[in-house]
């Protein structure tokens, strides 16, 4: 039982590349989410997807997009990488029970825009 | 909207010390209430959660919190920190929208 994976852990981009961020979970859950973190920020939500076949945006969803493949997989897209998206990345899941549920995180991925 | 106020951004403390790590929310509907841990170059794991009842809850590794609907906090207290509590910590709430975070505290144990 792995829990929630990503994929890559580490990446480095230049300005106006692409690349997905990928996330796996092998819990079963119907949630997953996307946050970045930044110092003193926090963790902010960037988009999440309720259960497979939706997805809403966050507090912060510009110059991302998202899709959720499948039940397991909810994966990241920067179209055109910018430096102001240097972060930490982290995917999350849960099994969503009206706000009580617990979320689970994955390993995070640091990403570095040159 | 929801937000979450952790009022220090860090918090050095001598092992063995008594720690107490604030955190305030904003709601004007039910709130669930929720204290994160991320260790160095990990993601978060969950310490504790407040759903209904009673308004202290323990969770683990010593770690308790009290809810307080009057002062609306949800402050995470351990009566003797030890070095492997050396983490950043995040309070979040969620009700009606998906978990809003706090910016967290940064809690360092000292030898």
């Known amino acids: 039982n792995a829990g929630v994976t990503q994929t890559p852990k580490f990446q480095v981009l230049k300005t106006g590349q692409s690349m997905t961020l990928q996330c796996a979970q092998d819990?079963?859950?119907?949630?997953m989410y996307w946050y970045r973190q930044d110092p003193g920020m926090g963790l902010r939500l960037i988009y999440y997807?309720?259960?497979?076949?939706?997805?809403d945006k966050g507090e912060v969803p510009n110059g991302y997009n998202v899709s959720r493949l499948n039940k397991r997989e909810f994966s990241l897209r920067l179209e055109s990488a910018a430096p102001s998206q240097t972060s930490v990345y982290f995917c999350a899941s849960s099994e969503p029970t009206g706000g009580t549920d617990t979320q689970y995180f994955g390993p995070g991925t640091r990403l570095t825009v040159l | 909207a929801q937000s979450v106020t952790q009022l220090d951004s860090q918090v050095p403390v001598f092992e063995e010390a008594p720690v107490e790590l604030r955190c305030n929310y904003s709601s004007s509907v039910s709130v669930y209430l929720f204290w994160y841990v991320q260790y160095p170059n990990q993601g978060l794991q969950l310490l504790l959660k407040?759903?209904?009842?009673?308004?202290l809850v323990k969770g683990i590794n010593g770690f308790e919190a009290e809810f307080n609907k009057s002062q609306t906090s949800f402050h995470l207290r351990k009566p003797s920190v030890h070095i492997s509590d050396t983490a950043e910590y995040f309070c979040?709430?969620?009700?009606?929208?998906?978990?809003?975070f706090g910016k967290g505290t940064r809690l360092s144990v000292i030898a």
């Open positions: 819990m079963n859950h119907n949630s």
């Open positions: 979040a709430a969620s009700g009606n929208t998906p978990l809003v």
């Open positions: 997807s309720a259960s497979e076949g939706t997805t």
């Open positions: 407040y759903l209904s009842g009673s308004t």
